[in-house]
């Protein structure tokens, strides 16, 4: 189908280490978005990237869209214990509906 | 800023009845979906308005149905409910180009008993 793969699907760390989550697809996407859910919480919207290539960075966060615009990445640099939660990779399909991979669990430990 | 309210929070249902949940989206925002989340999954898209009519549908039992009424606001009506409609239901909300993301309601945690 058109689902996104996300990996890994869980990821511990100690806070100060560095996370990456990624996604990929097996046709070219036309966008993908990332989103945050805290436990217990709703899905949270981090950005958008459109462009071949494209890097993004929000702070410790930093966002890429492969050349053929089949694979993301999100990074982030020196982990906090508030980065604890799950992350999705997601994309815009027919319809406007959003699509989402399977998400990848980060855990921080102090 | 105003977000995507939904309501109730949580709610308790045994097999077989019936239940309404309720969205009110961002004010201009004129697309509402409606996902559903299992324990450890990610969120599965049921069904979507664009300016109150039907505008794509996903995974959503025919059990299931919504709607979308002249004030924007949305209800996903749920009957003969099934143990395993037990989830958090999402609203979501988002201006029709949608570079600033989808925003998403807290979410109705439903459990069926």
């Known amino acids: 189908g058109q689902q996104v793969m996300q990996i890994p699907q869980y990821q511990h760390v100690q806070e100060g280490e560095d996370f990456t989550t990624y996604c990929n697809s097996s046709?070219?996407?036309?966008?993908i978005q990332w989103y945050k859910q805290r436990p217990g919480g709703h899905p949270v919207f981090l950005i958008q990237?459109?462009?071949?290539?494209e890097v993004k960075k929000q702070k410790r966060l930093t966002f890429q869209f492969g050349e053929a615009k089949k694979n993301s990445s999100l990074h982030i640099t020196a982990t906090q214990t508030t980065d604890v939660g799950t992350y999705f990779c997601a994309r815009v399909t027919s319809g406007s509906r959003l699509t989402f991979g399977e998400g990848t669990q980060l855990t921080v430990n102090p | 800023a105003a977000g995507v309210i939904q309501s109730p929070r949580h709610l308790i249902k045994e097999k077989r009845e019936t239940a309404t949940l309720k969205c009110y989206p961002i004010?201009?925002?004129?697309?509402v979906y409606w996902y559903q989340q299992g324990p450890g999954q990610d969120p599965q898209f049921l069904i979507s308005?664009?300016?109150?009519?039907?505008?794509d549908k996903g995974s959503i039992p025919d059990r299931f149905s919504a709607q979308q009424f002249s004030d924007y606001h949305s209800e996903l009506n749920m009957s003969s409910l099934e143990l395993g409609d037990s989830a958090l239901y999402f609203c979501?909300?988002?201006?029709?180009?949608?570079?600033?993301?989808?925003?998403f309601g807290s979410g109705t945690r439903l459990t069926v008993v």
């Open positions: 308005f664009y300016e109150k009519m039907q505008s």
């Open positions: 004010p201009r925002h004129d697309t």
């Open positions: 046709t070219t996407l036309s966008n």
């Open positions: 979501a909300s988002s201006p029709r180009a949608p570079g600033d993301g989808y925003t």
């Open positions: 990237l459109v462009k071949s290539g």
